[in-house]
């Protein structure tokens, strides 16, 4: 999961691309990085941290020009803690090319090996992002060769040509010297993207539609699934659809705890959609513990707090806000290391003792993935008085690894893999332990909007939508990912149930 935006606008960019990495900050915490162009040169500032540490007076004031990308990242890929993987990367063949990328290759270590032995390209990193690169400047010099200029048509035809040649999940933004933005999704559209434009012309092509919102820009609409979009450095706007097959099947983790609440991804709020999550999980709770044995219902801050108040409003219960958060602590879930998540914990959250105090709780968290925060957030209840405490997830079991660019690849580090709900609520120290089912979770999401498909929940039900995912690959997936689980990883009893081998 990573952050990106690009910008042609008519004046300089800069400050505008550092507020929307702002924006977008919660996506990524471990880099950032800005490209600007003018004069047909490029103007790059790229680093390890947050935003604000990243950018200084002087890194702002080297970053001329109308037009640019950003990216914050959190890496899923390649080396966890290289500099040199922070994004923007760059290629000076042909015309000069700069990408951001949000998503995963899961055919990466083919291509690399296809792109020295065939295309004679180098690729200096371990990052998947580079090797989408050059795949995407191969496929463009191809269609310009014998030409004497770029036009649209020539992207759209590379882009076809990159959807055949890659598998994963990418949302791209590409910025072409003298040319102006090429922007496009992978065809089931699991990573978001989408594009707005300002009062005064500017355009804006982004991740979630409150980056747009928050500088101004108004939202048009979202990049469809396997669709092409460039922009050139005049403002006007070239589109066609570039897959064979498209189908919108977005990441359903992005509605469960990815995006801000206050976003809205192909069409469904995802506030909206957490509200239905509780709705749902409501249903679960009563049949497992009665409302009458439930004192008050209190959030994980802070993505479950829309789940909270309808599911504590349906049980007619009180909503109570039991714990609060230090606002300067990163979020766990995207903290790489189980050691620093674990040290991060009650760094993070600090209890309201009295509203634990001689009370049986219900806890209600978006998600529940390696069981470490939430087993430290019981105890923390315990230990604040509670007498029972409940424990309620608005997803399903995370049993799968996954693959298509969320941090939760090795199998033996999901607290579900190869255990049912009894024995992940004696790790986890609960005394009763709610999720949600998976079909529901689906249809409350999808009932926000007809057009979706279907989505990528491959860490709940492991189906790998993509169709090329295999024991075999999650395997060497892992083994491939330099810096990052200190685990090694389990496979031998992962079933994938109706993927494609």
Same mark, same amino acid.
């Given at each position: 999961?990573?952050?990106?935006?690009?910008?042609?606008?008519?004046?300089?960019?800069?400050?505008?691309?550092?507020?929307?990495?702002?924006?977008?900050?919660?996506?990524?915490?471990? =880099?950032?990085?800005?490209?600007?162009?003018?004069?047909?040169? $490029?103007?790059?500032?790229?680093?390890?941290?947050?935003?604000?540490?990243? $950018?200084?007076?002087?890194?702002?004031?080297?970053?001329? #020009?109308?037009?640019?990308?950003?990216?914050?990242?959190?890496?899923?890929?390649?080396?966890?803690?290289?500099?040199?993987?922070?994004?923007?990367?760059?290629?000076?063949?042909?015309?000069?090319?700069?990408?951001?990328?949000?998503?995963?290759?899961?055919?990466?270590?083919?291509?690399?090996?296809?792109?020295?032995?065939?295309?004679?390209?180098?690729?200096?990193?371990?990052?998947? @992002?580079?090797?989408?690169?050059?795949?995407?400047?191969?496929?463009?010099?191809?269609?310009?060769?014998?030409?004497?200029?770029?036009?649209?048509?020539?992207?759209?035809?590379?882009?076809?040509?990159?959807?055949?040649?890659?598998? #994963?999940?990418?949302?791209?933004?590409?910025?072409?010297?003298?040319?102006?933005?090429?922007?496009?999704?992978?065809?089931? !559209?699991?990573?978001?993207?989408?594009? !707005?434009?300002?009062?005064?012309?500017?355009?804006?092509?982004?991740?979630?539609?409150?980056?747009?919102?928050?500088?101004?820009?108004?939202?048009?609409?979202?990049?469809?699934?396997?669709?092409?979009?460039?922009?050139?450095?005049?403002?006007?706007?070239?589109?066609?659809?570039?897959?064979?097959?498209?189908?919108?099947?977005?990441?359903?983790?992005?509605?469960?705890?990815?995006?801000?609440?206050?976003?809205?991804?192909?069409?469904?709020?995802?506030?909206?959609?957490?509200?239905?999550?509780?709705?749902?999980?409501?249903?679960?709770?009563?049949?497992?513990?009665?409302?009458?044995?439930?004192?008050?219902?209190?959030?994980?801050?802070?993505?479950?707090?829309?789940?909270?108040?309808?599911?504590?409003?349906?049980?007619?219960?009180?909503?109570?806000?039991?714990?609060?958060?230090?606002?300067?602590? !990163?979020?766990?879930?995207?903290?790489?290391?189980?050691?620093?998540?674990?040290?991060?914990?009650?760094?993070?959250?600090? +209890?309201?003792?009295?509203?634990?105090?001689?009370?049986?709780?219900?806890?209600?968290? &978006?998600?529940?993935?390696?069981?470490?925060?939430?087993?430290?957030?019981?105890?923390?209840?315990?230990? =604040?008085?509670?007498?029972?405490?409940?424990?309620?997830?608005?997803?399903?079991?995370?049993?799968?690894?996954?693959?298509?660019?969320? &941090?939760?690849?090795?199998?033996?580090?999901?607290?579900? $893999?190869?255990?049912?709900?009894?024995?992940?609520?004696?790790?986890? #120290?609960?005394?009763?332990?709610?999720?949600?089912?998976?079909?529901?979770?689906?249809?409350?999401? #999808?009932?926000?909007?007809?057009?979706?498909? !279907?989505?990528?929940?491959?860490?709940?039900?492991? +189906?790998?939508?993509?169709?090329?995912?295999?024991?075999?690959?999650?395997?060497?997936?892992?083994?491939?990912?330099?810096?990052?689980?200190?685990?090694?990883?389990?496979?031998?009893?992962?079933?994938?149930?109706?993927? @494609?081998?």
């Amino acid at each position: 999961m990573c952050g990106i935006v690009g910008v042609v606008g008519q004046s300089p960019v800069n400050q505008l691309i550092y507020d929307a990495l702002l924006l977008l900050q919660h996506r990524g915490q471990d =880099a950032a990085g800005i490209v600007t162009q003018q004069d047909r040169k $490029f103007f790059m500032h790229k680093a390890k941290g947050m935003v604000k540490d990243v $950018f200084r007076t002087r890194n702002m004031r080297g970053l001329l #020009g109308n037009c640019g990308l950003g990216q914050v990242r959190y890496p899923t890929a390649g080396n966890a803690f290289s500099e040199e993987e922070a994004q923007p990367f760059y290629v000076n063949a042909p015309f000069g090319i700069v990408l951001v990328h949000n998503g995963n290759l899961t055919n990466a270590k083919a291509l690399k090996k296809e792109l020295f032995e065939t295309d004679h390209r180098h690729i200096n990193t371990e990052s998947d @992002s580079e090797v989408l690169l050059n795949v995407l400047a191969h496929e463009v010099d191809k269609c310009t060769r014998g030409h004497s200029g770029l036009q649209p048509e020539h992207l759209f035809q590379a882009v076809a040509s990159v959807h055949e040649r890659i598998k #994963g999940s990418y949302a791209v933004i590409a910025l072409i010297a003298g040319h102006g933005v090429l922007a496009f999704r992978d065809p089931f !559209g699991i990573r978001p993207l989408c594009m !707005g434009k300002g009062a005064d012309g500017t355009r804006m092509l982004a991740s979630e539609s409150v980056t747009l919102e928050g500088t101004g820009i108004a939202l048009e609409r979202n990049i469809a699934p396997g669709e092409a979009v460039f922009i050139d450095l005049q403002g006007n706007v070239h589109a066609q659809q570039c897959a064979k097959n498209p189908q919108l099947m977005p990441c359903i983790f992005e509605y469960v705890y990815l995006a801000r609440p206050d976003s809205v991804i192909d069409g469904v709020s995802v506030y909206q959609a957490r509200l239905n999550m509780g709705e749902t999980l409501a249903k679960r709770v009563i049949s497992t513990v009665p409302p009458d044995q439930i004192d008050a219902v209190i959030p994980i801050p802070e993505s479950s707090r829309p789940s909270a108040q309808q599911l504590a409003q349906l049980l007619g219960k009180p909503y109570r806000e039991g714990f609060v958060k230090n606002r300067y602590v !990163g979020r766990t879930f995207i903290m790489p290391g189980q050691a620093v998540r674990k040290k991060s914990v009650r760094q993070k959250l600090n +209890v309201i003792a009295s509203e634990f105090k001689g009370r049986n709780v219900l806890l209600v968290d &978006d998600s529940i993935v390696r069981g470490t925060t939430s087993k430290e957030i019981v105890q923390m209840a315990r230990d =604040a008085g509670a007498r029972k405490v409940y424990l309620a997830s608005a997803a399903p079991p995370v049993r799968f690894p996954n693959v298509y660019g969320i &941090d939760m690849p090795t199998s033996n580090e999901l607290v579900a $893999f190869n255990r049912n709900v009894d024995e992940i609520r004696a790790i986890i #120290g609960c005394d009763a332990l709610i999720y949600q089912d998976v079909e529901p979770m689906k249809k409350a999401v #999808g009932s926000l909007n007809a057009g979706l498909k !279907g989505f990528d929940a491959s860490c709940f039900d492991g +189906v790998y939508i993509t169709g090329d995912i295999t024991t075999d690959d999650i395997a060497a997936l892992n083994a491939a990912r330099v810096g990052g689980s200190e685990d090694a990883d389990d496979t031998s009893r992962l079933a994938l149930p109706n993927a @494609s081998e």
